[in-house]
């Protein structure tokens, strides 16, 4: 079945709560059909740091929350380790259902097609028009090449100062980007997504979350100066 993307159920607003409340009946796409329900990002209005990853997993899908399960007690240790209090972060996704495969009474996590991040970027446009961070770090690929592109290769730009591309460099149609509020461009920073690193070869996961902090710590440092 043919979808419209997001854009057409996307509220012309800078209001979280109201954009929580939309995102529940987004049919942008067919992922909506089998997850248990959309899942928003979380985090203060206020944030300066703005965190992407790429989908819920089973606990957010059933939780409603996002980095909750894993993966998110991963990334709480890693911001913790490079000293960025988590309460003031904005976490989300750039997909907003559970994409899964049963394996049994298991739901395995799939990796979201480009047609499916494509489609559900107008949420996570809106929700970076709403917060307007100082810093957006992109965790892994889905969510790096959700907003620099299909052919960004993240691995090449760890701890590099990155810009968001024009509108047209990610072929949007003028309905799919909100208006940004009067605030600087955030600086873009990529890095692993947490869930690499518990996927990773138990001899490498320690320097593959060590990593990861160093790159979280970059990201918190490029507006303060340290």
């Known amino acids: 079945m043919d979808h419209p993307g997001a854009a057409d159920f996307v509220p012309p607003t800078r209001s979280l709560t ?37 989908q819920p997993g089973d606990r957010e899908d059933r939780a409603g929350q996002p980095f ?3 993966a998110g007690r991963l990334l709480d240790k890693a911001l913790d380790a490079a000293s960025v209090d988590r309460t003031q972060v904005y976490v989300t996704n750039a997909v907003k259902h559970f994409k899964f495969t049963e394996r049994g009474k298991r739901r ?14 107008p949420w996570l446009l809106a929700e970076l028009a709403a917060v307007a961070p100082d810093t957006l770090v992109l965790m892994g690929a889905t969510a790096a090449q959700s907003l620099l592109g299909n052919d960004f290769r993240l691995t090449a730009h760890r701890r590099e100062v990155l810009a968001l591309p024009d509108a047209e460099v990610l072929a949007l149609p003028d309905a799919e980007m909100p208006s940004l509020p009067d605030a600087p461009a955030p600086d873009v920073v990529v890095t692993i997504h947490p869930s690499a ?27 303060t100066g340290t």
């Open 18 to 54: 109201v954009l929580a409340d939309a995102v529940r009946g987004c049919r942008g796409c067919d992922l909506y059909r089998d997850a248990d329900q959309a899942v928003f990002g979380a985090g203060p209005r206020s944030a300066r740091i703005m965190l992407v990853g790429e």
């Open 68 to 70: 909750v399960g894993p």
């Open 108 to 121: 395995i996590h799939q990796k979201p097609s480009r047609t499916e991040v494509v489609a559900c970027r």
């Open 197 to 223: 690193v518990l996927r990773g070869p138990d001899d490498s996961r320690a320097e593959a979350f060590d990593s990861l902090v160093e790159d979280l710590r970059f990201a918190a440092g490029l507006r």
